[in-house]
């Protein structure tokens, strides 16, 4: 099966500074990858999500990634705000998906 | 915008037990999939459902659990005979099922608390 790791488990940004997660998927056959954004106690918000078809996805501060030769994908935050502290999850898969392990990103004001 | 709807929002049990988590998919989509977060990790694939069948399923869903439609609006997830380590939140998530039925939103969640 899929198996999708995510690093790294913490990171902590200045207010205004970039914010970069990454992510390495094993099954060549998952063409489906979103981003998750989970606020303490709240369920995960699908925040972008990409598909095998493209390179690069971009949403207004947030972008997103995919190396499919490398099997890697990328959460790329741009002038990251306080309310963007939360844990993100990556995923990959086809029909079901198969989730990362978590980062938790703290924007310090 | 419609959201997928669950419920209880917390559920108390003793072990042994049994429990059905109710869940509202958004009422176009077509995949529906039942997910666990125990507190702290990383969220769990347990089973996705299409066309009144599971699709697939994990290793965690094992005969302790199963899943039904039993009406157009309502999908569940029964866990008989409840053990500690289910403690955890459930989630239940839709798909539209557009594109292979990747694209999933996910409810609230059920805290589960098993004594």
């Known amino acids: 099966g899929e198996n999708v790791e995510q690093h790294p488990s913490t990171l902590s940004v200045q207010e205004g500074d970039s914010a970069v997660i990454k992510c390495t998927y094993s099954d060549s056959a998952s063409n489906y990858f979103p981003w998750y954004k989970q606020e303490l106690g709240k369920r995960p918000q699908l925040i972008i999500d990409i598909r095998s078809n493209v390179g690069e996805k971009k949403d207004q501060r947030i972008a997103v990634t995919l190396n499919k030769t490398a099997k890697h994908f990328s959460l790329h935050i741009t002038e990251t705000q306080p309310e963007d502290s939360a844990v993100y999850f990556c995923?990959?898969?086809?029909?079901?998906?198969?989730f990362g392990t978590g980062t938790k990103l703290q924007v310090i004001p | 915008e419609p959201e997928v709807t669950q419920t209880p929002s917390h559920q108390v049990t003793q072990m042994g037990q049994e429990v059905i988590l109710r869940c509202v998919p958004i009422s176009n989509h077509l995949y529906f999939y039942w997910y666990r977060q125990i507190l702290g990790q990383k969220v769990e694939f347990l089973v996705s459902f299409y066309n009144n069948e599971i699709s697939e399923k994990s290793e965690i869903f094992d005969d302790q659990f199963s899943v039904e439609r039993p009406d157009g609006s309502n999908f569940t997830l029964k866990i008989r005979s409840t053990k500690l380590e289910d403690s955890a939140m459930y989630f239940c998530?839709?798909?539209?099922?557009?594109?292979?039925?990747?694209?999933?939103?996910f409810g609230p969640g059920t805290r589960l608390l098993v004594l």
């Open positions: 998530a839709s798909g539209p099922g557009l594109a292979g039925g990747e694209t999933q939103y």
């Open positions: 995923a990959g898969g086809y029909q079901k998906v198969t």
